[in-house]
């Protein structure tokens, strides 16, 4: 049965266009109300180190006040001769067909680079948190596994308030903790997916137990400190990750290889894309200053919302994409980068489309 509401309505293409041509328009307009916001800065007396000198070849003070961007590309410029091991070394466990030795090896590199980044007791907390989780939930079923990962869930919330017990006692700074505080959040998601995919194979195990456990702790702790989403997602369900790890090993092509680096080339565009468009519009400084936004008029304020949600789409293109990429070298499907948010007209699509990893976990955990 087809309705009118059904059918496909073809607009002329001179029509398009003229819609084309206004909302780009009304776009660049409230852009340039934001980027006129920034007298606002000019003699501003930073307290808080939202801004520090920008490139010297522009001349202007860079917004940095974004929390997530500061820390996030320091973070994978340090894991770029970590990652490097990583791929170099599992390239020769994986001609060799030894999925044991491969899991051990991907734990050892992760503890390594977390030890070099955040220290020994960060590094063992991280360790810790999935080992425990496992002992916990082995061979327990549904309910109890659920009442298990949400107690350790308020945990996270608690280890998670900056300058709490939790950062004094470890004497990590701000950067540190979140990082730490980051990684416990995606091991905790791993943590459920792996319990939801194993239910059952823990419950009917009738083999040699204390090789089954040994096994598939392994395999679980390989799973959560995996390096390329170790700390910056996306999330991958462990059903594919250890797809990769058992399936057979597959040459580097020449083809994949080029791929890898246009993506790569890529990615560092948009974060120097981002860096640079920081240096002229002040978004994220400005959602701090209320009394400031208060007074903006509505172009500008349009203007807002659209810069801050496109700086929020690019962190996780960058992100996604790059981490996307590297995963592909060890044969792990993990999800794409996000869909341009102003493409999705409807709220209901936006995890389905921006972050198809946590959807495919929500449907799986659902259903």
Not at 24 to 46: E, H, Q, R
Not at 201 to 225: G, M, T, W
Not at 296 to 320: D, E, R, S, T
Not at 349 to 360: E, P, R, S, T
Request: with cysteine; charged share 15%; glycine share 4%.
């Amino acid at each position: 049965m087809t309705s009118a509401t059904d059918r496909i309505i073809k607009l002329y293409k001179y029509e398009s266009f003229l819609y084309f041509l206004l909302w780009t328009g009304a776009v660049l307009y409230s852009i340039y109300k934001v980027f006129l916001i920034n007298s606002y800065f000019t003699n501003y007396d930073d307290l808080y180190g939202d801004f520090a000198p920008g490139w010297t070849w522009i001349g202007r003070k860079q917004d940095v006040s974004d929390e997530e961007w500061r820390i996030w590309v320091p973070l994978m410029i340090k894991l770029i001769p970590w990652l490097f091991l990583h791929h170099f070394i599992s390239h020769f466990i994986k001609i060799i067909s030894n999925s044991m030795l491969l899991c051990c090896w991907y734990i050892l590199i992760s503890l390594l680079f977390l030890y070099y980044c955040i220290g020994t007791f960060s590094m063992l907390c991280a360790l810790m948190h999935p080992s425990i989780l496992y002992i916990l939930t082995y061979k327990r079923g549904k309910s109890i596994i659920w009442m298990i990962n949400i107690l350790f869930l308020f945990i996270i919330h608690f280890l998670k308030i900056p300058g709490g017990s939790f950062q004094n006692t470890l004497k990590l700074n701000d950067e540190e903790h979140y990082i730490l505080t980051h990684i416990l959040c995606w091991v905790q998601l791993r943590s459920i997916s792996y319990s939801m995919d194993n239910i059952k194979s823990h419950l009917e195990n009738k083999c040699d137990y204390i090789l089954f456990f040994v096994q598939n702790l392994l395999y679980k702790l390989a799973y959560c400190l995996y390096l390329p989403t170790l700390s910056l997602g996306p999330l991958v369900l462990y059903q594919e990750f250890i797809n990769s790890v058992k399936g057979s090993f597959q040459f580097l092509r020449p083809a994949n290889l080029g791929n890898f680096l246009f993506n790569v080339i890529r990615y560092i565009f948009w974060i120097l894309f981002a860096n640079l468009f920081l240096h002229f519009l002040y978004f994220s400084a400005i959602q701090y200053h209320l009394e400031v936004i208060k007074d903006l008029n509505p172009w500008a304020l349009y203007g807002l919302g659209y810069c801050m949600g496109q700086f929020f789409l690019i962190k996780y293109v960058v992100v996604y994409g790059l981490n996307h990429t590297l995963c592909a070298i060890d044969n792990v499907k993990a999800p794409p980068q996000p869909k341009c948010v102003a493409r999705i007209h409807l709220y209901s699509d936006m995890w389905k489309y921006f972050d198809q990893g946590l959807y495919k976990f929500l449907i799986r955990i659902k259903y």
